[in-house]
């Protein structure tokens, strides 16, 4: 996935190039409002022969300006509330699946963690898992219903033991359905691969799993080495070389997002090193610290966390689990984590 503004049309163009040379099948590219629609145009001039994704993110409305210039949208099940709400969510996926009908476009129905939809987590209120998965099963039938097959599913989460069970019940209840797996915000290596590896050993070795992706905090220059971990880690499931994988249920857990064309920061993915560097007294206490890169995901996807940070353009927001400590200055924001972790902990020790 690109993690250049797609505005910035040389450096989204250079990146897709970039993630093709190092192998993606698909190269995908987010896009927030119809601004942007004149840049994916020309990026698509001169990406000729590389397979794009667009993610609507939000903002599903924009399916008919991009669908020209892509081959793939991806739409997140969790996010078709936010607007229009005048309009039932059939009536939403059925205006998407035209439109893609239209231009010969495959969809991913992208389901994540962080935003499962509000009627599905209304319904099983003590079952995350089982949300996520209703909802999958869900739009899979609105897709049959409205006669349309060309559609792959992902369900995904920064926990691979998670990964690895939601992907098990949704291929049990559609195994006709293709999968595309994923751990969403793994984090940065090493950790995010391993991670990656614990989900992807236990299922492709069952045969789940049609496409993948490795979501890793890296700068921009570095976006490829994703692609590349991916292909190490099919070649050794190919080849029956697996490896002995810590426990992720223990110690300190860091997860991050893989720093994607929503972040309003540059410094995300430097203040994602600097937790993990800040934070290492912790490593024997069973805490979890989530650093996200955007407003999108940011505010869902740290509520689970012990302690949470999510960036904005020039501040960030710091959270233990859904409650809202306040907004410090990239400078500033570290100093308040160190005081909150050291109270987490005490909290704990004289529990």
């Known amino acids: ?78 996010h078709l509330h936010h607007i229009e709400k005048a309009k039932t969510i059939p009536q939403k996926v059925r205006w998407l699946v035209d439109i893609a009908r239209d231009h010969n476009l495959a969809i991913r129905i992208g389901v994540n963690c962080g935003s499962v939809a509000p009627a599905f987590l209304a319904q099983y209120p003590d079952d995350q898992l089982k949300a996520l998965v209703e909802s999958a099963v869900w739009h899979c039938e609105l897709m049959d219903e409205y006669g349309f097959n060309r559609f792959v599913v992902s369900l995904k989460d920064s926990d691979p033991v998670k990964v690895v069970e939601a992907n098990r019940r949704f291929a049990q209840r559609r195994p006709d359905v293709p999968i595309h797996l994923g751990v969403t915000e793994a984090g940065m290596p090493p950790d995010g691969i391993i991670k990656t590896r614990i989900a992807f050993e236990k299922l492709l070795a069952q045969h789940i799993g049609e496409t993948i992706r490795v979501s890793l905090t890296l700068p921009n220059d570095r976006k490829h080495e994703e692609v590349v971990v991916g292909h190490q880690i099919l070649d050794d499931v190919a080849a029956g070389r697996f490896i002995s994988v810590p426990d992720y249920d223990k110690g300190l857990n860091i997860i991050s997002c893989p720093s994607c064309s929503r972040v309003e920061n540059e410094r995300f993915v430097e203040l994602a090193q600097q937790v993990k560097e800040l934070t290492t007294y912790a490593a024997q206490h069973r805490i979890t610290i989530a650093v996200m890169g955007c407003r999108v995901n940011g505010p869902g996807e740290t509520d689970d966390a012990d302690l949470g940070l999510w960036c904005g353009p020039s501040t960030v927001n710091l959270k233990r689990k859904d409650r809202k400590l306040g907004n410090f200055s990239y400078d500033d924001v570290l100093g308040r984590l160190r005081q909150e972790l050291d109270r987490l902990i005490e909290e704990r020790r004289t529990a």
């Open 1 to 78: 996935m690109c993690a250049t503004r797609t505005s910035d049309i040389d450096a989204t163009v250079a990146q897709t190039h970039q993630l093709a040379q190092a192998g993606a099948g698909i190269v995908r590219i987010a896009m927030d409002n119809e601004k942007e629609v004149a840049a994916l145009k020309e990026i698509r001039a001169q990406t000729r022969g590389i397979v794009l994704s667009v993610d609507l993110q939000e903002n599903y409305k924009i399916a008919n300006k991009v669908a020209p210039y892509v081959d793939k949208i991806r739409y997140n099940p969790g």
